[in-house]
């Protein structure tokens, strides 16, 4: 059974910092691309950050300069470094795995609430 598994939010200040983490199983991680999205409330969710398995990055535009995503292939972990936070950051973390034998994102974590105050 494939699992993902969330962790890393928490309340911060705006302009602070969080990094979320999200453990994967190792059956699909690494023929996996990885990503990041979030949900804020009245609002769909979106995608923030994605990864590939050979390490390729792309960013929503909202978040470039500001996030970053990276991977451990031996901790079979993907990571989402958040730095200079704002406000409308605020929501609902999502890690999402798509393997390469899959069009789609089929798996995705519990999630991970993130508040920004300002």
């Known amino acids: 059974q494939v699992q993902l598994v969330d962790s890393g939010g928490g309340l911060v200040q705006a302009g602070g910092s969080l990094r979320l983490s999200c453990a994967a199983s190792a059956s699909i991680f690494k023929k996996a691309t990885m990503a990041w999205h979030r949900q804020a409330p009245g609002k769909q969710r979106g995608l923030v950050a994605g990864i590939t398995s050979g390490g390729t990055t792309n960013y929503a535009d909202s978040v470039k300069g500001r996030f970053t995503i990276s991977r451990d292939n031996a901790k079979n972990t993907v990571y989402l470094q958040m730095n200079s936070l704002k406000p409308e950051d605020t929501a609902v973390y999502y890690c999402?795995?798509?393997?390469?034998?899959?069009?789609?994102?089929?798996?995705w974590g519990q999630g991970t609430q993130v508040t920004v105050s300002s």
């Open positions: 999402a795995a798509r393997p390469s034998w899959l069009s789609t994102y089929d798996y």
